[in-house]
């Protein structure tokens, strides 16, 4: 008797089911912390971060429909701007994202109109008072900024991105 009272056929179930999860174990762990890395020599440390080749580019995920994002820097950045512009030229997959930039001072809602394959429509709370400062419009390249200066939704002043800076109208 193998195993006391346990029958050989289910002995040897319980033995290689053991043996496959040691082997896939030992395979995950090594190709997740470099186990199996054949290296002759051994990796020097150094107090410096690495820096990154020129060649290397961060993936950057696609829109549906191919939209050329603005050329976003220039002396009137704000990070808010940043913020909104990263949306440019993409899908939210639903007609509205509110508040895509929580734990900020500001609030940003985004909206994809019925019939637009990518984000068309933003809308501002610089100060998170629940009213709207400003209202940007994305038709393809070109983008409108709406700007209600006195924070009552009154939108007085329009301003054009020229690809580096905001042009009032």
């Known amino acids: 008797m193998l195993a006391g009272r346990m029958k050989r056929k ?6 290689s089911l053991g043996g496959v999860l040691l082997v896939g174990g030992l395979l995950a762990a090594g190709a997740a912390g470099g186990l199996f890395l054949a290296s ?6 150094t107090s410096q971060s690495p820096t990154p080749s020129p060649a290397f580019q961060p993936a950057v995920p696609q ?24 949306w440019a030229g ?19 809602n985004l909206y994809q109109d019925s019939g ?3 984000m068309n429509r933003a809308k501002l709370d610089l100060n998170r008072n629940d009213k709207w400062e400003e ?14 200066p006195a924070d009552d939704e009154n939108y007085t002043e329009t301003y054009i991105w020229n690809g580096s800076a905001w042009a009032k109208q």
């Open 10 to 15: 289910h002995f040897l179930l319980l033995a």
């Open 40 to 45: 002759s020599e051994p990796k020097k440390v």
């Open 63 to 86: 829109a549906e429909t191919p939209v050329e994002a603005p050329a976003f820097s220039g002396p009137s950045e704000r990070p808010v701007d940043k913020d909104v512009m990263q």
């Open 90 to 108: 993409k899908s939210l997959g639903s007609d509205k994202l509110k508040d895509v930039t929580k734990g900020r001072a500001y609030k940003v």
């Open 116 to 118: 637009k394959s990518t």
């Open 135 to 148: 209202k940007w419009t994305f038709d393809g390249p070109n983008i409108t900024r709406q700007v209600a």
